[in-house]
């Protein structure tokens, strides 16, 4: 089983916060997908005949190109690679380009789920990120799309920005229940470097919120999504039974990928390989930067991403992957952190609590090979 990932990186605007490998320079948008097509066709064996059963347009702003530009690459890609099982096929999109002409195309395509990156559904904290769409274009979008048939729509919101308190996150969250999305992915907010937040706060005219206010925030969606039937399954995913993000799922378990666009990654298994990060390179000669994962690397991931979801490390599995030596010195260093609740061992299974999972980089850390 493994995925296919398509990197659009073309922005309209630049949200102040976002530091993804993004670009507005929208003239190399034609070069670089033609560039697109054509590493598919370079990198036609590079997952070893592996069927495809996920597909994800991620960026960027996917939802900049037509529908049926992303349908060609999705026939070009099942040319290449056996995609007759595919049962998931993701694109990210801007609220403000889900027009009714933008829908009915889809309709047309092999798309049947949509990510939209909503933020918030409040006006003033749109405009304070930059967002280029307002809270009833949001909500505009998921109806159309709901009313379009598609019936596999997950939103992501920020939390955790100075200035907007529990109220506008409660706000948001009620607005994203009532809409009846299947998934929500909510991230809180980190200052990156070269953004525009980060000069805010170099300028003292923001700062990050304490921990206190993160915690309380944190608690807030965990208690509604909650209390509403989602699953917590990933640190910053939530959805309802059925409706986990399959293709991310899959990156989290170790699958294969293969990535294509600017910068996009791939992994066969034993090779990590990507593309240079310039769009006029890349549309020019793919030229990729690689590495091959040492076992202590596979280790860190492995622990890494389980950690990060509900059902946490198999510790029978780091037994036989990783050896006994491995497995007593893991058993041994929960111990503290299952002692302050912060680890619980369930069968072989050691897992964060999700009412934990803010806090888990600590946890996570802890078990890193150096
Ligand atoms: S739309 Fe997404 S990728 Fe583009 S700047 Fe905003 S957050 Fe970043």
Known sequence: MAGIYFHIPFCKRICAYCDFYRSAELKYMDSVIEAMHGELEEQATYLNDKQIRTIYFGGGTPSLLPPSELQHLI??????????????????ANPDDITAEYVKELRHTNINRVSLGVQSFDDKELRFMNRR???????????????????????????????????????????????????????????????????????????????????????????????????????????????????????????????????????????RHWSVQSLSDYALKREYESEILTDKERYNEYVMTSLRRCEGVDTQYIKE???????????????????????????SRLKIPTSRFLVSDAVIESFFEA
């Open 321 to 347: 992957r990783f050896g006994m030596q491995q497995y007593d010195k893991v058993i041994s260093d929960a111990q503290r952190w299952i002692a302050n609740g912060d680890l619980v061992l369930d069968g």
């Open 133 to 271: 769409h307002t809270a009833e274009e949001a909500s505009q979008a998921v109806k159309r799309l709901q009313d379009a048939g598609i019936g596999n729509i997950t939103i992501d919101l920020i939390f955790g920005v100075d200035g907007f308190g529990e109220d506008v996150l409660e706000r948001s969250i009620q607005t994203a229940l009532s809409l009846g999305v299947q998934h929500i992915s909510a991230y809180h907010l980190t200052i990156e470097c070269a953004t525009a937040f980060y000069r805010r706060v170099q300028r003292g005219e923001m700062k990050e919120v304490d921990e206190e206010c993160s915690e309380r925030e944190y608690a807030i969606i965990e208690k509604r999504l909650c209390d509403a039937g989602f699953e917590h399954y990933e640190v910053s995913n939530y959805a309802l039974k059925g409706f986990r993000s399959q293709h991310n799922s899959s990156y989290w378990s170790g699958a294969e990928y293969l990535g294509i666009g600017p910068g996009a990654h791939s992994f066969n298994g034993t090779e």
């Open 75 to 92: 026939d070009h890609a099942a040319k290449l690679y056996d995609c007759s099982e595919v049962s998931e096929v993701t694109v990210e």
